[in-house]
């Protein structure tokens, strides 16, 4: 399958951007599961400094408001093209070391909630209990669009029993970590089959099983990641592998739009 | 000597004068206590004078206090120092080797030299410079390494300082003052000079900078700013080396690089002294809340565009639960065993450690693995039953927390006290530089003294004082 995608974001400010950063995220890598197409990254009201890959092996921008900017807006836009790999991901590459996706991270820190979620998870082998662990999830968090908070971590979402795809993500992740298996955190793009026009990225979680590798899990949906998933920044929870990390001085009022676009080509 | 058993480096352990402190005793001998009184004081006017003064936390009320100088240099030979910096050297290639490996493939960890969780459990260990290779293969840009002495021979590594050393300045001002003040005993003794370390501090930084530099390249001083504890050091080192002191306020991202502000506008900095810690020096990447620090610096860095000295992340190699391995760690990278020892170490995370410690209280030293400056520490010999009970249930409570070390006869060095020469105890940091040209150690470095009779703890936010120390020429 065959994805063309544009993702659009627009910041305008009621006061002038004196001077501001944005980290960004959001370029896919070709894998053996998704060859990458003519992609691009564009910026207006600013400009890009530089580019490198951070140590979960993504590609990060690192881009700059212009001075005294009121607007910014950055375009990517590209083609992917997918094949179904039931979910494999494939051994682990990259620079990191395995066990740091053992790691707790902030949004992944397990309580009561997530250690009992570990403990029904249950099945005959580590993909069972995984897929499980993903059914649990999508179980005991209702997806609900609006009604968590972006700085929510696993334990929180279950808390609530509500949330959207990230919390679903780091759920997953936090009880994956407590059953031993190295688990990291997604973002991307997904092909929705009734529409083109989306407002948000997606997200899903990752385990990695001795034998197989990196297994994708999206508790959101209950599968495993098919040829409709573009896989584009990983990290031990949403503050790795968030789209935009940014700081800015002056740029106050500021309003928000996203525009994404899945189509099959 | 009055103390049995303890070795003293101008008397040794029976009172006979040592070779190195000969031509020194015969001047010492010929002056007039009342004259000498008069230079000590005159010592600490000029120190007053040049201010170098040092904040003591929790203090208010002496926000700067003078650390003492003491006028009796600490006097090496040159055959003693030649085997300490040979083993200085040694234990810094090592730690840079560490680093490396560390941060990329993890040798040490995959051949069971080191366990896995004493990196990953690690608050140390930075995990954003997994995969980057710091220009010139350098990280610890500048280490002190702080050794002491319990014998002729016998000189331990007590502590790695391979982030951010301080102290050098000390050193400079030490050998400044004594050479203003006593000129006639340097044309006695042929003494090492140590008045180079600014040129070649800045030398060895220039050799560090990043391919993107073009010309001769930038470099710039980072101070967290005046009410740090070092600043006078940071604005001192800044000023021999004739290079920017800025903070963090005067440097932003500009073309990919990080940039000063200046009269002409914005330059591009190709190596950044930074004497801020990781926490503080990226808001983007790090503690968002940090004022001190650059936006940004660490993308530019890991993109290639600037060296930081030392690199983000060297803390790994200084923690103290990483110190018992050094010699592993030096013979692991080295291929031979190490020159210079270890104090012996009791990790209170393994627990037939633990139960010794715990047996063993009132006889050993404690310390937090991740303190420093000799808070949070215990001296069992010292301590009150009341402090020995409270520390046994902290111990208890976290024994990761904590090494258990010996309490060493540390060598002594006398100190010109009301009475004449009196014995006190010292310990030595040498400073050390790295760059892609070699390893270099200054003859010399800063000789810590605790003042008070019989104390062990030289710090100077413990009430310790300085000396000059000198190396002897061949």
């Known amino acids: 399958m065959r994805l063309k995608i544009r993702h659009r974001t627009r910041y305008v400010f009621d006061h ?19 060859v990458v197409y003519d992609w691009t990254t564009r910026v207006a009201g600013g400009r890009k400094e530089l580019s490198f890959e951070d140590h979960h092996n993504n590609i990060v921008e690192l881009l700059s408001f212009e001075r005294d900017a009121t607007e910014l807006v950055v375009t990517s836009a590209g083609e992917v093209e997918l094949s179904n790999t039931n979910g494999v991901v494939g051994r682990h590459i990259g620079p990191a070391p395995l066990w740091l996706y053992r790691q707790v991270s902030a949004r992944t820190r397990p309580g009561p909630a997530v250690r009992a979620l570990t403990r029904a998870a249950e099945g005959p082998s580590d993909i069972e209990r995984l ?57 991307g793009y997904l092909m929705l089959d009734d529409r083109v026009e989306q407002d948000a990225m997606h997200a899903w979680a990752e385990a990695h099983v001795d034998g197989l590798g990196w297994i994708g899990f999206d508790p959101s949906n209950g599968i495993s990641p098919d040829e409709r998933y573009v896989r584009v920044a990983t990290g031990l929870d949403y503050a790795d592998a968030a789209p935009v990390i940014g700081m800015r001085v002056g740029g106050t009022g500021e309003a928000l739009d996203v525009e994404i676009e899945v189509a099959q080509q | 000597m009055e103390h049995e058993g303890i070795f003293d480096e101008m008397w040794g352990r029976d009172g006979v004068l040592r070779e190195p402190y000969a031509r020194f005793n015969a001047w010492f001998e010929g002056e007039d206590p009342k004259r000498l009184r008069a230079k000590q004081r005159e010592a600490e006017e000029l120190f007053r004078l040049t201010g170098i003064t040092f904040n003591v936390y929790g203090r208010a009320e002496a926000e700067e206090r003078l650390i003492p100088f003491d006028i009796i240099p600490r006097i090496i030979s040159a055959q003693e120092w030649q085997k300490l910096s040979r083993g200085i050297d040694q ?10 490996d560390i941060y990329h493939r993890q040798e040490i960890i995959k051949a069971g030299r080191i366990p896995e969780r004493l990196i990953s459990g690690n608050e140390a260990f930075l995990p954003q410079m997994i995969g980057v290779s710091p220009p010139g293969g350098v990280y610890t840009h500048i280490v002190g390494i702080d050794l002491v002495r319990t014998g002729p021979e016998e000189f331990l590594v007590l502590e790695d300082n391979a982030r951010t050393p301080s102290g050098v300045s000390y050193m400079l001002e030490n050998r400044e003052t ?52 070092a600043y006078f050091e940071h604005a001192f080192l800044a000023d021999q080396m004739g290079v920017e002191l800025v903070e963090g306020t005067d440097l932003r991202v500009v ?5 000063m502000r200046t009269t002409r506008g914005y330059k591009p900095i190709d190596v950044l002294y930074r004497r801020v810690d990781d926490d503080f020096l990226d808001p983007l990447n790090f503690n968002p809340d940090s004022r001190l620090g650059v936006p940004g610096i660490m993308d530019v ?18 923690d103290k639960a990483i110190y018992s391995y050094m010699p592993d760690i030096v013979e692991f990278y080295t291929g031979e065993p190490p020159i210079l020892k270890n104090v012996p170490t009791w990790r209170c995370s393994e627990p037939e450690a633990l139960a010794y410690v715990l047996d063993h209280l009132d006889e050993l030293v404690v310390k937090e693995v991740h303190g420093s400056g000799g808070y949070g520490m215990l001296i069992g010999p010292t301590a009150t039953k009341r402090d020995l009970a409270a520390f046994r249930k902290k111990l208890k409570a976290r024994p990761g927390n904590y090494i258990a070390q010996p309490t060493l006869s540390l060598s002594t060095v006398p100190i010109f006290s009301r009475t004449g020469l009196a014995p006190r105890h010292v310990d030595l940091r040498p400073f050390v530089l790295v760059s892609p040209d ?28 300085t000396k000059d120390t000198w190396v002897l020429e061949e």
């Open chain 1, 16 to 34: 002038p951007v004196s001077y501001g950063l944005q980290q960004i995220r959001k370029t896919p890598k070709s894998t053996h599961q998704q």
């Open chain 2, 255 to 259: 073309d990919g690089r990080v940039a």
């Open chain 1, 131 to 187: 897929h499980a662990l993903m059914k649990l999830v999508s179980g005991a968090v209702a997806y609900e669009v609006g009604t968590s908070h972006s700085d929510w971590g696993a334990e929180e979402a279950l808390t609530q029993a509500r949330g959207v795809c990230q919390d679903h993500a780091h759920v997953f992740i936090a009880c994956a970590r407590e059953m031993g298996f190295p688990s990291r955190y997604v973002s």
């Open chain 2, 301 to 318: 860095y890991r993109a290639g565009g600037i060296t930081i000295a030392n690199a983000p992340g060297t803390g790994i190699a200084d």
């Open chain 2, 91 to 100: 234990r810094v290639r090592a730690i840079n080797a560490f680093l490396h």
């Open chain 2, 438 to 465: 070699g390893i270099s150690t200054t003859p010399g470095g800063l000789t810590r003294v605790a003042l008070k009779k019989g104390s062990l703890v030289v710090n100077s936010s413990q009430g310790g004082g």
């Open chain 2, 178 to 229: 004594m050479l203003q003040m006593f000129p006639e005993l340097f044309s006695h003794n042929h003494v090492q000079p140590v008045q180079n370390y600014p040129r070649d501090l800045l030398r060895s930084l220039m050799a560090c900078a990043p391919q993107t530099a073009s010309g001769k390249p930038t470099v710039a001083v980072l101070t967290p700013g005046i009410y740090n504890s």
